[in-house]
């Protein structure tokens, strides 16, 4: 069992960065996939980004490659999303989502989950 924490979101700036973290809970996060999704009001929830239990696989959303990065830090039960160049349109809730031994971008896959932090960009 993994319980997911986010933070890092915030309000910034068209063009601007943010970098999301995931802190982790458990001594087994290192066999678990993780992705980050995120949804807007009235929107379903999406894909952004997912990473392999070791990291060296990943998988962007066309929307956000070349703009985001996902990375993970195993020893310290951490995940990371590195968000630049912003754009209001990536305005949303992120949460990120933990399932073992998995490398998948559906949302349905994954059975652990944060509560979400906010992410705001103005124009």
């Known amino acids: 069992q993994v319980q997911l924490v986010e933070s890092g979101g915030g309000l910034v700036q068209n063009g601007g960065s943010l970098r999301l973290s995931c802190a982790a809970s458990?001594?087994?996060?290192?066999?678990?996939?993780m992705g980050w999704f995120r949804q807007a009001p009235g929107k379903e929830r999406e894909f952004v980004a997912a990473i392999s239990w070791s990291g060296a696989r990943t998988s962007y959303a066309d929307s956000v490659k070349g703009r985001f990065t996902i990375s993970r830090d195993n020893a310290n039960n951490t995940g990371y999303l590195q968000m630049n160049s912003l754009k209001p349109d990536d305005t949303a809730v992120y949460y990120c989502a933990a399932a073992q031994w998995s490398f998948t971008t559906s949302v349905y896959q994954y059975n652990h989950w944060g509560q979400g932090t906010q992410v705001t960009v103005s124009s």
């Open positions: 458990g001594r087994t996060f290192s066999s678990y996939g």
